[in-house]
């Protein structure tokens, strides 16, 4: 049974830094793929990243990209968003999602939270102005 264990996130100001923790078990390789989700009180699920874990393959929205940076340490089975440069409208609930299903090229629609199989619970991060 694959499941997502979340850590990290918090309260931070505008400026500041958090780092979110996504660790996975129960894939029989590497062959899958990690996406960070986002959704604020009253708007639609945003995806923000997404990593294919087996080749390293990184991808950003617009809105975060040369702020947050995502990795994957395949030996511990984790990924790893770093937010650095938080603004106020990056508050929201942040989710890590998993799919190995690759029915279609994860780059191509990697922000489409449909494709995921596997979610995360969800963990705030509240940045102040």
């Known amino acids: 049974e694959v499941q997502l264990v979340q850590s990290g996130g918090g309260s931070v100001q505008a400026g500041g830094s958090l780092r979110l923790s996504c660790a996975a078990s129960?894939?029989?390789?590497?062959?899958?793929?990690i996406g960070w989700f986002r959704q604020a009180p009253g708007k639609e699920r945003e995806g923000v990243s997404g990593?294919?874990?087996?080749?390293?393959?990184?991808y950003y929205a617009d809105s975060v990209r040369g702020r947050f940076t995502i990795v994957s340490d395949n030996a511990k089975n984790t990924v790893y968003l770093q937010m650095d440069s938080l603004k106020p409208e990056d508050t929201a609930v942040y989710y890590c999602a998993a799919e190995s299903n690759f029915l279609s090229p994860y780059g191509s629609d990697w922000r489409e939270w449909m494709r995921y199989d596997y979610w995360g619970r969800g963990t705030q991060v509240t940045v102040s102005s």
């Open positions: 990593i294919s874990v087996a080749d390293g393959n990184a």
């Open positions: 129960g894939f029989t390789s590497d062959d899958y793929a």
